[in-house]
């Protein structure tokens, strides 16, 4: 007997919900047959069988959620299997993780299947006893090779913060216990004591991607030392070019946006600025190869930013058939986990809202994210005369970890004339 176990989808996927069983007790399946969906905070994954059999249980009723890492969800039968324990749970109930998983047990992830030893090695939750750690110190204490058990958190509720493993790498955990007094919890008040009384709202109960969306940039805000850097980009000859450019595409059915524009002026931006495409690692900067440029896309209940790979390399109509498929499977929730996880670097654009200028929270572990504004038409003074221009404000929030204010000025310096004479981008 085999446990299916629930699939750690990503690195930092905690929980799930069971949204779908495709099969039922009593129906054999082979290695590759879909047997359920996942849903997680940003998309909803299929779940494959790796081993042939029968399914014997099912433990946890589709539409579930919470459902653990690791919880066994289903059992499987073989020939030669042995017999499993009963299930304790009531049915539709996530079952905990036992204590130690049996080598038979096995679960599949986006990158593949995997032993459960091995995706336990990487999870969040230890065998009931929850690790409470930010994903920036999660991430730091898997690459110096420190054990998150062996640390003390100082963070609001003894919670483990970038801080706290770095103190560990420089003295060991208890030197680290010792020198780093525990902090106070960061008392959060009720909306009643704070003046607004009950009854007078609505309460919308905080789904995975929200409750996912306030923990990154969260930790991103108070992690990362930031700043931003802001131009103003007059666009009257992209919208020219642009005309031109959908006026040749029409027959093909494709349709480029300016933000495909600004997607491939960022890619080759930073390819004459390498230094800004690079990401803080505690063991130094990562100089990345290409610029794979994440855009953020708002979907129902929050935002994800799928993934342009090599945007450099890529033409306009390439980048805009690419982006227009991502953003729809995006808003649909059928994105894999790679195609929204990594990238060097992000651009988000609320033009379309009429928003003139803001500047956004990194997109960890990228080192910086471009903020785009509406094109309007401004007043402008050109060789001493006033003129009217269609201008675009660009901001660039930087981790000063990495991106330095001579290198973001650079980096923006490289973007400001591929923006502003696009016939550059299409040779």
């Not at 931003?228 to 093909?252: S, W, Y």
Request: proline letters at 6%.
């Amino acid at each position: 007997m085999t446990d299916i176990l629930m699939p750690a989808l990503s690195p930092t996927m905690e929980e799930g919900v069971l949204a779908k069983w495709h099969v039922k007790v009593g129906d054999t399946v082979k290695a590759g047959d879909v047997i359920a969906e996942i849903e997680t905070d940003k998309a909803t994954m299929e779940v494959e069988a790796v081993d042939e059999g029968e399914i014997t249980e099912i433990l946890v009723a589709e539409g579930s959620e919470n459902v653990k890492v690791n919880t066994p969800i289903a059992r499987l039968s073989g020939d030669d299997a042995a017999p499993a324990p009963k299930a304790d749970s009531k049915a539709g109930q996530p079952k905990q993780a036992p204590a130690g998983h049996a080598s038979g047990e096995i679960v599949a992830t986006f990158q593949g299947v995997k032993p459960a030893a091995e995706v336990l090695a990487l999870s969040a939750t230890s065998a009931g006893d929850r690790i409470f750690a930010s994903p920036l110190a999660r991430r730091l204490a898997t690459e110096a090779g420190l054990d998150l058990k062996s640390l003390k958190g100082t963070g609001p509720r003894g919670r483990i913060v970038k801080a706290d493993v770095e103190a560990a790498g420089k003295g060991g955990a208890a030197a680290q216990a010792v020198t780093s007094p525990p902090a106070e919890p960061r008392k959060v008040q009720s909306l009643a004591q704070m003046g607004i009384p009950d009854g007078s709202y609505d309460l919308v109960p905080l789904d995975g991607m929200r409750k996912a969306i306030a923990r990154r940039m969260t930790d991103s805000f108070r992690d990362i030392p930031h700043f931003p850097l802001t131009i103003d980009c007059e666009i009257d000859g992209l919208m020219v070019v642009r005309a031109k450019v959908n006026a040749m595409l029409e027959p093909q059915g494709i349709k480029v946006s300016v933000n495909d524009f600004v997607i491939k002026a960022a890619a080759l931006a930073l390819k004459a600025v390498p230094e800004a495409n690079a990401s803080y690692s505690p063991d130094g900067l990562a100089m990345h190869h290409h610029a794979d440029i994440a855009m953020a896309v708002a979907i129902e209940g929050g935002l994800i930013t799928p993934i342009i790979r090599k945007a450099e390399t890529k033409s306009l109509s390439q980048i805009a058939t690419e982006a227009k498929d991502l953003a729809k499977r995006a808003r649909d929730r059928k994105l894999k986990p790679e195609e929204f996880q990594g990238g060097t670097f992000s651009v988000s654009n609320l033009g379309m809202f009429g928003i003139k200028a803001f500047a956004s929270i990194i997109n960890e572990p990228q080192g910086a994210i471009m903020s785009v504004g509406a094109g309007e038409q401004r007043p402008v003074v050109k060789n001493g005369q006033l003129a009217i221009a269609t201008v675009m404000t660009v901001t660039l929030t930087c981790d000063h970890r990495v991106v330095d204010g001579a290198t973001g000025a650079k980096f923006l310096q490289a973007f400001k004339p591929l923006i502003e004479d696009p016939v550059t981008m299409l040779a």
